[in-house]
């Protein structure tokens, strides 16, 4: 049986004083426009499905308030292995003060190997108690390790908007 796995990234996230920050478990809620954002995708999936899909959510703010407004009466359940990565040192530092280039990454964050792990095993637990199509509201971070291995190529991110990745 064909399903549909639907990897959603949260509404954009509202940043103390605006400005924008490395966050992985820093547990931040969403701006007015991320709400906006996440009532858009409930529109979106009950013009798309007309069917009621089940939602996975990230504990975080952000990913959960996400997941309740596009869900609307579908159910929404809360799943830890949908959690952003550790950014490790550089966690709520300002985007503006990270030095790095695409390929550096926090020595004592979580790695990305190990996110994709986590990930691929919290879909394939969730997968195996559902049946249908699914959404998991997650993370840039979390959701583009997964990307990359499906898609062969390097795990990079830099995701300034929400995304839908329809898989």
């Not at 549909?4 to 478990?25: A, E, K, M, S």
């Not at 499905?49 to 929404?76: C, D, Y």
Request: proline residues 7%.
């Amino acid at each position: 049986m064909m399903r549909d796995l639907y990897l959603v990234r949260h509404g954009q996230v509202d940043f103390p004083n605006n400005i924008r920050r490395c966050i992985g478990w820093t547990d931040l809620p969403l701006s007015p426009k991320g709400k906006r954002q996440g009532q858009e995708l409930g529109k979106y999936f009950r013009l798309a499905t007309a069917k009621q899909i089940p939602v996975f959510t990230s504990p975080l703010k952000r990913a959960s308030e996400t997941a309740e407004l596009l869900a609307e009466e579908n159910p929404v359940l809360v799943e830890e292995g949908l959690k952003e990565l550790n950014m490790g040192e550089w966690e709520n530092i300002p985007m503006s003060q990270l030095k790095k280039s695409l390929e550096s990454w926090p020595e004592s964050g979580e790695q990305k190997n190990d996110g994709l792990i986590r990930i691929r095993n919290t879909l394939e637990r969730i997968l195996a108690k559902t049946e249908g199509d699914i959404i998991c509201v997650a993370h840039a971070g979390l959701n583009s390790c997964l990307l990359a291995e499906l898609w062969n190529i390097p795990c990079r991110f830099q995701s300034p908007s929400p995304a839908l990745w329809r898989l």
